[in-house]
C-alpha cells in the first residue's frame, strides 16, 4: 500500500499481521489484516497474535485514541493469541475472543478499561470459537462461533456473568470462519469452511437456512457482508465475490477478485462496498453494477529493496518475493508487476539509461527485465552458489557487479547477447547486502552482514580499503562529493549530515526499515520494510 505522510507523520495503525488505515476518510484492510476495530472516530482496538508455546504468553489488547494516535490502555488477559474482537453497539463493552491456548470470551467495560466476566467459549463436547460478533442493537448481546459451536450469549451487567444458549443446528456440523449480524438483530449469518452459509434466528437459536444447496462455494466462505439494498454478499477462499438472494441463496451476481477475500466492508454510503484480499489487492465495486475496480496494492511479504531510475521522481522500482513492481507516484499506484513464482528477489537496480530492470534472486540467478513492459531480456544462471544478495550497474551499462550469500562479489560484461564472467572478488565472510559504484565507475564499496565495508579498486579488481565495525552492514552509499562513504541500519531516524543530530524521526513501519531512498528531486523520502508496506514521506 503506499501512503504519503507530510512531515514524517505516520499515518497507519498496524497490529502483528495486518493493517487498517483511515485514507481520505474510510477505513479500509490491507495486507493480511489482523484483529484491528474501530468503534468510532475516537477509538480503536489492536490486537497481537503470537505463535503457541508449550507455556502460552500473555496476549494483549491495546486501546488506541486513534485521531490522537495515542495508546490509551492495555488489556491483558487472555493467553497466546486473541482471536476477534467485537464493540458492542453503543460502544459501552468490548468483546474478546482469546485462540486455542486460551478459549475464553472475556467483556471489558471500555470506559474502565478493565473487564466484567469471562467464561469459556465453547462447551467441551464443541472445537474452538473462531469468530465473535456483537448485536446490532443491544449491548448486551454477542454471538459465538467455530468448529461445531454456535453460541448467542447474553451479558447480565448487574451480576457481572455472561450466559450462552447453544444453536441448534440439526444434522449440520460447520466449522465457522465469519458472522455477520443483520440490522434488527433477528437473524445473524455464518460463512463455514464447507462453502455453504448459514443463516441462525436470534430468537429461536435455530438454523432456519442453509446454502446454496447445489453448488457450493469453493475454498469456503470467508467473508460476509449485508448491503441495505438487499440480497447477501459473500466472499470467498477462491476470490469469487457473489450477491446471494433467497433463503436458498441463490447467486444473482458475481465477480472474480485476485487471492481470497479476507474481508467486505461498505463506504458508509449504500452504492459501494469494498472488498480486501491476501494477496494485497483493494478493490471497490458499486452495488449496481457489481464490478470489480482495483484501488490499491501492496506487497504481501518483506520488500528487499528500492531504486529510483535515473533523473527520474516519479516512478519507482521496489522487490519482494515472487516479484517486483514498478510505482507512479504522484497517483500513488502500481503501474507494472513482473513475478517470478516461488523465489525472492533480494535486490533490483535501474540501468543508467533506463532500458533494463537488473534484479538479483535468492536461486542464484541474476534477471533482467524491460522496463516498460517486463518482459524477460536474459538470465545469467548459478551467479552465486547461495543465492545472489545485491546488485549494481557501471553507468555505461557494460557491466553488472553482484554479491551474494557466499560473500563473492562478482563482475559480469553485459553484450547484447552475452553475459560472461570477468572477475571474482573475494573478500567478505558474510553476505554481500549492498553494492554501490562511482560516477567514474573506477570504484565500488561493497556492504557485508560479517561487518566489513570493502572499497574495490574496479579497474585493478583489487582491494582498496576495508572497514571494520561491530555491526551488521545494511547499505552503503556514496556522499555527493563521492570522498566519503555513509554506512545505515534500521533506526527509523532522519540526520542532519554535517551537525550529526537527529532532524526528523518517522514512525509509520511495524517492521525493520529495510531499505530508504530519497527522489532525485528531494522532494520526497521512501522507505520499504520488512513488513510489506511501502511508505512516501515529506
Not at 470470551?105 to 462447551?123: H, I, L, Q, T, Y
Not at 447453544?166 to 437473524?187: F, H, K, N, P, S
Not at 545485491?390 to 557494460?398: E, G, L, R, V, Y
Request: glycine content about 8%; charged content about 20%.
Amino acid at each position: 500500500m503506499l501512503l504519503t505522510a507530510p512531515s514524517l507523520k505516520p499515518l497507519c495503525v498496524r497490529g502483528a499481521q495486518g493493517c487498517r488505515e483511515a485514507w481520505a476518510g474510510l477505513l479500509l484492510t490491507t495486507f493480511l489484516p489482523e484483529n484491528v476495530v474501530l468503534p468510532d472516530p475516537a477509538r480503536c482496538i489492536s490486537c497481537s497474535a503470537i505463535p503457541p508455546f508449550c507455556f502460552a504468553p500473555q496476549a494483549d489488547i491495546i486501546l488506541w485514541d486513534f485521531p490522537k494516535q495515542e495508546l490509551l490502555a492495555r488489556l491483558s488477559l487472555h493467553e497466546g493469541k486473541v482471536e476477534g474482537l467485537s464493540f458492542s453497539p453503543r460502544g459501552i463493552y468490548l468483546v474478546s475472543l482469546g485462540g486455542q491456548d486460551d478459549g475464553r470470551v472475556m467483556v471489558w467495560d471500555v470506559s474502565k478499561r478493565e473487564a466484567v466476566c469471562g467464561s469459556p467459549a465453547s462447551p467441551r463436547s464443541a472445537g474452538n470459537a473462531n469468530v465473535v460478533m456483537c448485536s446490532s442493537c443491544r449491548d448486551e448481546m454477542f454471538v459465538t462461533a467455530g468448529n461445531f459451536t454456535i453460541r448467542v450469549w447474553e451479558l447480565d451487567a448487574a451480576t457481572k456473568k455472561i450466559h450462552p444458549s447453544e444453536c441448534y443446528a440439526g444434522q449440520l456440523r460447520r466449522i465457522t470462519v465469519c458472522v455477520q449480524m443483520t440490522d434488527d438483530d433477528d437473524d445473524f449469518y455464518l460463512g463455514t469452511t464447507s462453502g455453504d452459509v448459514l443463516k441462525v434466528n436470534t430468537s429461536s437459536k435455530v438454523v432456519t437456512a442453509c446454502g446454496p444447496q447445489k453448488k457450493k462455494f469453493s475454498m469456503g466462505v470467508t467473508a460476509l457482508l449485508l448491503p441495505k439494498t438487499g440480497g447477501l454478499i459473500v466472499g470467498t477462499g477462491e476470490g469469487t465475490v457473489a450477491l446471494c438472494t433467497g433463503s436458498d441463496f441463490q447467486v444473482k451476481k458475481r465477480m472474480r477478485v485476485e487471492g481470497a477475500v479476507t474481508s467486505l466492508t461498505c463506504r458508509g454510503r449504500d452504492d459501494q462496498f469494498f472488498i480486501g484480499t491476501n494477496k494485497g489487492q483493494m478493490y471497490r465495486s458499486a452495488y449496481a453494477t457489481f464490478k470489480e475496480e482495483l484501488v490499491a496494492v501492496c506487497h504481501t511479504e518483506a520488500v528487499n529493496d528500492i531504486v529510483f531510475p535515473e533523473g527520474h521522481s516519479d516512478l519507482f522500482v521496489t522487490c519482494s518475493t515472487n516479484d517486483i513492481r514498478v510505482w507512479y507516484t504522484p497517483e500513488r499506484l502500481e503501474r507494472l508487476r513482473i513475478t517470478v513464482p516461488n523465489v525472492t528477489c533480494h535486490a533490483v537496480e535501474v540501468t543508467r539509461d533506463g532500458m533494463v530492470i537488473v534484479s538479483a534472486w535468492n536461486d542464484g540467478k541474476i534477471r533482467a527485465f524491460v522496463p516498460a513492459t517486463g518482459e524477460p531480456m536474459y538470465e545469467i544462471n548459478n551467479a552465486h552458489n547461495l543465492g545472489v544478495t545485491a546488485i549494481a550497474a557501471t553507468s555505461d551499462c557494460k557491466q553488472i557487479i553482484s554479491g551474494g550469500g557466499d560473500g563473492q562479489v562478482r563482475i559480469w560484461n553485459i553484450g547484447e547477447k552475452t553475459q560472461k564472467l570477468r572477475e571474482v572478488l573475494k573478500e567478505h565472510r558474510g553476505a554481500v547486502s549492498c553494492i554501490k559504484i562511482n560516477k567514474n565507475d573506477k570504484e565500488g564499496v561493497t556492504a557485508s552482514l560479517d561487518g566489513t565495508c570493502v572499497i574495490w579498486d574496479l579497474v585493478r579488481y583489487v582491494r582498496k580499503q576495508m572497514i571494520l565495525d561491530n555491526t551488521l552492514f545494511k547499505c552503503v552509499c556514496y556522499h555527493p562529493g563521492e570522498y566519503q562513504i555513509i554506512t545505515s541500519g534500521t533506526d527509523r531516524k532522519l540526520w542532519d549530515y554535517k551537525e550529526g543530530t537527529v532532524t526528523h524521526v518517522g514512525v509509520g513501519h511495524s517492521g525493520n526499515i529495510t531499505r530508504l531512498k530519497i527522489c532525485p528531486a528531494n522532494k520526497s523520502i521512501v522507505s520499504v520494510s520488512a513488513d510489506g508496506a511501502v511508505l512516501i514521506w515529506k
